[in-house]
């Protein structure tokens, strides 16, 4: 039933292979995950630091109970943090087994995206490692920076792995 | 249907291991004394069950070598057969052969053994060819099969009440008759028969048993057949044709007595096919029944461990109101508060409990293990096994078998000497192997004793010193028992060391490592010529432990009360530096002393102060002071893991979440430096 609505939903928009992205700003810039990798969107709770990993690792949270670590990805992506601290909030993300939060400095909005509207990596410059991008996404005139989140938390896990 | 049995293989395999759980215990007990009729009939269950369950689930191989067995059983069930050794050893390898065969269908899903060899040894065994010494066999070997008739048997699981009810009825003199009723196979209504055998016996009646259970019976969920135990003032002749006067049923009624009860319950198969019909009607697969007679459900332990966390958080919540209760100050809230803490302590204990298994599970493949060794060695071995029942968190259970096998082997292999030896040595020439298990406060203790030769502590000494793990001038001042753990040392014996105690360290290191990677301890008392004991002592549960909560400026972390020796208030003139290292000296011990916020690198400055808190720690058989701000005080936790992207990090074992619902981390000593 659902697949069928939103199918329905994506012909009405003329393009089948569009996808929904939450917008959030990292310092200046402004980046969108896939909404089907997002679990939740909560206010900053109380951060527990966790010694001896690495700097981007912002620490843990109790998310009802769970234990969910926090990525900096402006430590990782070298980004200044701006705006209110009232305005930051944690999304949390899920693959699988494995979930993890990012703290961000403002989500903005959720919008749809059509193929179209998403350029290829290769080229643009950007301070993100090329890998963790889908792309680069154009829309009326801004840039939102399309992260794969996916790779992204993965890649923690093998590099704690090592 | 293929589909429709893979459903049922959790439930086949679950309940195969636990027949050949059966089959193994009693195996042994029958080696021990052959003549024991008990475990024989235990056997012959257990083979018959297999059989119709792997026949159900089309597992020809299975069914098939358990068919062959179940012949030879039950010629030795009737005398035509004797139990000898022979006899005995081929049955083991049947039950190796299933075993192995069982593993392959849980990890393959497939078996297709060609299990001819033991076959034809049953065969052979059952017509007298397998040794020509053996002669009691020939009569009657075709008496054995009576297969068409056996089909329809459904067994009976009497379990002790009921049995106490029949022994009263015969006591007070009433006429117990067993009857078996097969209704029609064309029969509509099978359900309405059932129910009209039931109203006449009632008359005048009372039913005891019935298998497939009253209600099945009532919603017809039976094949056929079905059996009945009852009570009844009315005569065999009376009631077996008012029985009979109802239509589309066959029925036997018989005078039920006392040898029924061990030879009724034959054939378990049906009883199976109906159990299974019976899942399959409940829509949730999962819902796992075991064997009838113990009233007890089988749990995924996920949900368990689901269930934990749960009751984790109702009590983290808990706290979290107490907190509210004690600012407020609303009596009737902090009444309600008192109750419910009441209550969540209580339900937590359950939870515990609920998670606790008989260390039973792990012990029961030791006896066999330890009589192959013992005739591979040619060493008498009589091998007791004492506190089977103590109970243990199922995360310990699956941890504790390894190094268990590894301290039977060795004491097998090394401890107790060959019997020539023994009775040289002025003992008896069956050495003695003790395993034991036992619950102390918060603790198990595990011994695994035995009267052999036990180990010299000059030789320790030597080697130790001969290794470089201590100068000849400090081994002077070493306790035994302090010797002793050297044998815990890596690499401390191999195979090259020629000598009496060669091999008697073998792998003790990786026994010490894998027990304290669960918390636990291990220890050894030995006296040469006496025997050796190895003492290990573990927690009865990962999942909640007892921890001394700390704080280093503005964080907060949780030590393993495991790993806490005591906590001490020194000064700062009371540290000492050697070569660069700060140590403090404790009633004449030196520890080196750290300071846990460097460890940790915890942010802010560092203050420096006239005295500070000490938690001393023990790593391995050293002892450590850390140095923290405050002690928080000790407390119950419940801990969690950080997920897969933080494993591993050295010095920290995990986290729990506070009353407060702030994380904090757990420290791990043995990583931690």
Redesign the interface.
């Known amino acids: 039933m659902m697949e069928k609505e939103s199918q329905q939903v994506g012909v009405a928009t003329q393009d089948s292979t569009e996808i929904q992205v939450v917008v959030f700003r990292l310092g200046k810039e402004e980046y969108a995950i896939d909404i089907l990798n997002v679990q939740e969107i909560i206010r900053v709770l109380n951060v527990t630091r966790v010694p001896r990993v690495e700097k981007h690792i912002e620490g843990v949270i109790n998310l009802r109970g769970n234990i969910v670590p926090l990525l900096n990805l402006h430590t990782k992506f070298n980004l200044d943090t701006s705006g209110l601290e009232d305005e930051k909030r944690i999304i949390v993300c899920q693959f699988d087994e494995i979930k993890a939060g990012i703290i961000v400095d403002e989500v903005l909005e959720v919008i749809r995206l059509g193929d179209s509207d998403i350029e290829s990596v290769d080229n643009v410059y950007t301070s993100v490692s090329a890998d963790q991008i889908k792309g680069i996404a154009k829309v009326s005139g801004r840039l939102l920076i399309l992260l794969d989140m996916k790779k992204i938390i993965i890649g923690e896990t093998s590099d704690q792995g090592e | 249907m293929a589909i429709d049995m893979s459903q049922y293989m959790d439930i086949f395999l679950e309940e195969s291991k636990e027949h050949l759980n059966i089959l193994n215990e009693n195996l042994l007990e029958l080696e021990k004394n052959a003549g024991n009729t008990s475990s024989l009939n235990e056997i012959f269950r257990a083979a018959h069950t297999l059989k119709g369950m792997a026949s159900t689930m089309g597992f020809e191989d299975v069914a098939d070598l358990t068919h062959h067995m179940e012949n030879v059983l039950s010629a030795l069930k009737e005398g035509i057969l004797t139990v000898d050794s022979q006899v005995v050893d081929v049955l083991f390898q049947c039950f190796d052969r299933m075993q192995f065969m069982i593993d392959k269908l849980e990890s393959l899903g497939a078996s297709n053994l060609d299990n001819s060899d033991l076959i034809n040894m049953l065969e052979d065994i059952q017509t007298g060819n397998f040794d020509p010494n053996i002669k009691k066999y020939s009569a009657v070997v075709e008496e054995n099969h009576e297969p068409a008739e056996e089909k329809h048997v459904i067994g009976f699981d009497l379990n002790s009440f009921d049995i106490t009810v029949i022994k009263e009825a015969i006591m007070a003199g009433n006429n117990i008759f067993y009857a078996h009723i097969s209704v029609d196979k064309d029969c509509m209504m099978k359900a309405v028969r059932a129910f009209m055998v039931f109203k006449s016996i009632e008359e005048d009646g009372e039913i005891i048993k019935s298998v497939p259970h009253v209600q099945d019976l009532d919603e017809g969920k039976f094949d056929s057949d079905f059996e009945l135990i009852f009570i009844c003032t009315a005569g065999l002749e009376e009631i077996s044709q008012r029985i009979k006067s109802i239509s589309e049923i066959t029925v036997t009624v018989t005078e039920f007595d006392d040898s029924m009860l061990t030879t009724v319950d034959k054939d378990v198969t049906s009883k199976k096919v109906i159990k299974n019909l019976e899942v399959a009607e409940e829509s949730d697969a999962e819902n796992k029944h075991a064997p009838k007679a113990r009233k007890t459900v089988r749990v995924d332990i996920e949900r368990l461990d689901m269930l934990m966390?749960?009751v984790?958080?109702l009590v983290?919540h808990k706290g979290c109101l107490e907190q509210i209760g004690a600012t407020t100050k609303i009596p009737q809230l902090n009444e309600t508060i008192e109750q419910m803490d009441r209550i969540s302590a209580d339900l937590q204990s359950v939870v515990m409990i609920v998670r606790m298994v008989p260390i039973e599970q792990v012990f029961n493949r030791f006896p066999r293990m330890v009589r192959d060794l013992a005739k591979e060695l040619n060493k008498e071995i009589d091998f007791i096994m004492e506190g089977k029942e103590t109970e243990l968190d199922r995360t310990v259970i699956d941890e504790i078998g390894d190094p268990l096998v590894h301290l039977l082997r060795n004491a097998l292999d090394h401890g107790i000497e060959l019997p020539e030896n023994r009775i040289a040595a002025g003992k008896p020439g069956q050495g003695t192997l003790i395993l034991s298990a036992q619950h102390e406060g918060n603790n198990v203790y595990i011994d695994v004793q035995d009267d052999g030769r036990g180990i010299d502590s000059e030789v320790i000494l030597a080697k130790a010193i001969e290794k470089g793990l201590i100068s000849s001038n400090e081994a002077q001042q070493l306790t035994d028992n302090e010797i002793n753990r050297f044998i815990f040392a890596p690499g401390f014996s191999t195979s090259s060391q020629v000598t009496d105690i060669s091999g008697r360290g073998v792998g003790l290191d990786v026994v010490k490592t894998k027990i304290e990677s669960i918390n636990g301890d291990i220890s050894i008392e030995t006296k040469p010529g006496q025997g050796t004991k190895f003492r290990i002592k573990l927690p009865l549960t990962l999942a909640i432990i007892q921890a001394l909560m700390v704080s280093v400026k503005d964080?907060i972390y949780a030590i393993p009360l495991s790993s806490v020796n005591e906590t001490s208030l020194i000064n700062q003139s009371d540290i000492k530096v050697i070569q660069n290292q700060e140590v403090i000296i404790l009633r004449g011990d030196v520890l080196p002393l750290y300071r846990l916020k460097h460890i940790?690198?915890?942010?802010g400055e560092d203050i420096p102060q006239a005295q500070m808190y000490v938690v001393v720690v023990r790593k391995g058989d050293y002892q450590i002071g850390l140095v923290v701000d405050t002690l928080i005080g000790q407390q119950e936790i419940v801990i969690?893991?950080?997920?897969?992207?933080?494993?591993?990090?050295?010095?920290?074992a995990g986290?729990i979440?506070a009353g407060d619902?702030?994380?904090?981390?757990i420290i791990d000593i043995t990583t931690l430096f």
């Open positions: 966390n749960l984790g958080e983290m964080e940790l690198n915890v942010p969690k893991s950080l997920g897969k992207i933080l494993t591993g990090i050295p010095g920290i986290a979440v619902g702030n994380v904090r981390l």
